[in-house]
C-alpha cells in the first residue's frame, strides 16, 4: 500500500467519522407537554372513590401508563384549590402529584423540582376526591424536564440512560434546555416532556421537534 493509498483510506474514515458525528449532535426528538397530574397508590384511590374502587382507563400512554378517567380536587394553603386535575394509571406504591411553578403559586405552597418519584421532603397537599380526602405531608412536585428513549435511539443518540444532555428549541424564542435528563427503556418511545410553564415560556407545544446538542 502506498502512501497516496493510506492517505485516501485515512481521509475516508475522518469524513465517516465526521457524518457520524454531525448525525449525532443533530438528533431531533418530539415534544410532549404534561399538564398537571396524580398518581395515587390504590389504598389513597379506595379513600378518594370508595371501598374496592379500580382506576378507570381513559388514554393509553407511554411506558404501560395510561390517563383515567377519575379526576379530583387540589388543595394547598389557606383552601386554595385546583380543580378537575387529571388522575393517571395505574396505581403507585406511593401518591405524587405533579404540578407547575405556576400551579404552585396559586396554591400558595412552594414546590420543589424533582425527578418523578423522588418525593421525600418535597411539598404537602390535600387531594379531594367524590368520596373523601386525603392529606399528604410530601409528595407534591414539579416534575424535571426529561427525555423518553427507547434503545435503539439512545444508541443513535449516542446517550445513556441516566445522561444529561441540552437541548435547543429553534424557533423565534430561541430557547436552550440544560440538564435535560435521559431516560431510557424497551416500554419508552421517543419523546421529551416539559411542563406548561416551559412549553410557554419557549414557545412549543407537543409534537414540535427539538434538538439534542452537545
Do not use: W
Amino acid at each position: 500500500m502506498n502512501e497516496k493509498q493510506i492517505e485516501e483510506i485515512t481521509r475516508m474514515v475522518l469524513d465517516s467519522l465526521k457524518k457520524e458525528t454531525e448525525r449525532g449532535s443533530s438528533f431531533t426528538v418530539p415534544v410532549g407537554v404534561s399538564n398537571r397530574h396524580i398518581h395515587l397508590s390504590q389504598k389513597d384511590v379506595e379513600i378518594l372513590f370508595g371501598p374496592g374502587h379500580q382506576l378507570t382507563k381513559k388514554k393509553e400512554l407511554m411506558g404501560g401508563q395510561y390517563a383515567c378517567q377519575e379526576c379530583c380536587t387540589i388543595v394547598g394553603l389557606k383552601l386554595r384549590a385546583i380543580e378537575n386535575v387529571r388522575v393517571l394509571g395505574p396505581a403507585r406504591k406511593a401518591t405524587q402529584v405533579e404540578i407547575s411553578s405556576t400551579d404552585a403559586r396559586k396554591l400558595g405552597i412552594r414546590v420543589p423540582v424533582r425527578e418523578s418519584g423522588d418525593i421525600a421532603g418535597s411539598a404537602s397537599i390535600a387531594i379531594v376526591g367524590p368520596k373523601g380526602a386525603i392529606y399528604c405531608s410530601e409528595g407534591c412536585i414539579v416534575a424535571a424536564r426529561h427525555i423518553h428513549m427507547p434503545p435503539a435511539d439512545a444508541a443513535a443518540c449516542r446517550v445513556k440512560d441516566g445522561d444529561y444532555v441540552s437541548v435547543k428549541v429553534d424557533n423565534e424564542r430561541g430557547t436552550t434546555f440544560h440538564r435535560v435528563k435521559i431516560r431510557v427503556d424497551e416500554s419508552f418511545t421517543l419523546e421529551m416532556h416539559i411542563d406548561t410553564d416551559e412549553a410557554n415560556a419557549c414557545g412549543i407545544g407537543t409534537g414540535d421537534r427539538v434538538t439534542i446538542i452537545r
